[in-house]
């Protein structure tokens, strides 16, 4: 019995002294927001569908590209929430911030989409890259009231690393971000709708 003790005291020992997975999870800083206490009654809705990922950026990983040809998801460094999510809230709130002409709004389910402007994002690149870059990729499309395409317009950026680690490479997507809906916000200033 008591060697019995003595082997089950050395497991629990051994077991205790094995380090602990630990999980980092991250999310997008928010843009420059100030807060907008109502639409002026003067700008058309704007639905912003979720943010479409490619397959390989859609999981709860971080992404970051080894090679031409090699990407991993990161197992410990963890989106908190879902990046679609986050991407389609922030491209929301920051055309909320930095034009004037609509009033972007997510899809929800007692919203219709008839008779309303409609932009779809959709992400191809979205990861840190051994060069030392965040790169963020993909096309914009805007669709008018009735839904004909007014334009597909593509979207390539790289920003620099401040330093090594996913926090580096979180700060530098959002700056991706930021300066893709700066894109966005330009050209929606000279969209017309057409009813």
Not at 4 to 22: D, Y
Not at 108 to 132: D, E
Not at 168 to 186: C, D
Request: proline share 5%; hydrophobic share 40%.
């Amino acid at each position: 019995m008591r060697n019995w003790l003595i082997i089950l005291g050395g497991l629990l020992v051994g077991c205790s002294s094995q380090p602990e997975a630990v999980s980092n999870t991250y999310l997008l800083p928010s843009g420059n927001q100030t807060v907008t206490s109502a639409i002026a009654t003067n700008q058309p809705l704007l639905v912003v569908r979720p943010v479409e990922m490619a397959e390989h950026l859609s999981g709860t990983g971080l992404v970051y590209q080894l090679s031409d040809t090699e990407v991993v998801q990161a197992q410990q460094n963890l989106w908190a929430e879902s990046i679609s999510e986050q991407l389609t809230r922030r491209i929301n709130n920051d055309l909320r911030q930095k034009q004037s002409k609509y009033w972007p709004t997510e899809l929800t389910p007692a919203l219709s989409t008839m008779g309303v402007p409609r932009l779809q994002v959709k992400v191809n690149q979205f990861n840190g890259h051994y060069s030392g870059v965040a790169k963020v990729s993909g096309e914009w499309l805007l669709l008018d009231a009735k839904g004909a395409l007014q334009g597909v317009y593509p979207f390539a950026f790289q920003v620099p690393l401040e330093r090594d680690g996913y926090d580096a490479q979180v700060k530098a997507l959002s700056e991706a971000i930021n300066r893709l809906t700066t894109q966005m916000a330009q050209r929606l200033s000279l969209f017309t709708t057409k009813t």
